[in-house]
Nanobody, 127 residues
């Protein structure tokens, strides 16, 4: 059974940095897409960044240049390095993963395309 477990959330001042991690258990074969989503109170969940099994990257325009998605140490540990954090980056962050064809993995890939989700980790950015 595939399991995703996030960690690394917290509170930080605007301009600061946080690194999120997502341990992906038993998801190592085939073409796949992994990504980070976030949801602020009262808003819909939105895609933030994605990386596929070939290492191709996709970012939400508002985070491009500030966030970096990568596999940390091994392909079963998905990381999101967030720098120059802004108030608008606050929210619950979720990692997601699923098998997906080459060329289908983007930051705005629909949520329903992902079957496997983590429980979420809270990020709060304040002045």
């Amino acid at each position: 059974q595939v399991q995703l477990v996030e960690s690394g959330g917290g509170s930080v001042q605007a301009g600061g940095s946080l690194k999120l991690s997502c341990k992906i258990v038993r998801f190592t074969t085939g073409d796949y897409c992994t990504g980070w989503f976030r949801q602020a109170p009262g808003k819909e969940r939105e895609g933030v960044a994605a990386i596929d099994s070939y290492g191709r990257l996709s970012y939400r325009p508002s985070v491009k240049g500030r966030f970096n998605i990568f596999f940390d140490d091994a392909e079963d540990n998905l990381a999101l390095q967030m720098d120059s954090l802004e108030l608008e980056d606050s929210g619950m962050y979720f990692c997601a993963a699923d098998f997906m064809g080459a060329g289908d993995c983007y930051y705005n890939t629909e949520e329903y395309e992902f079957i496997h989700w983590g429980q979420g980790t809270q990020v709060t950015v304040s002045l």
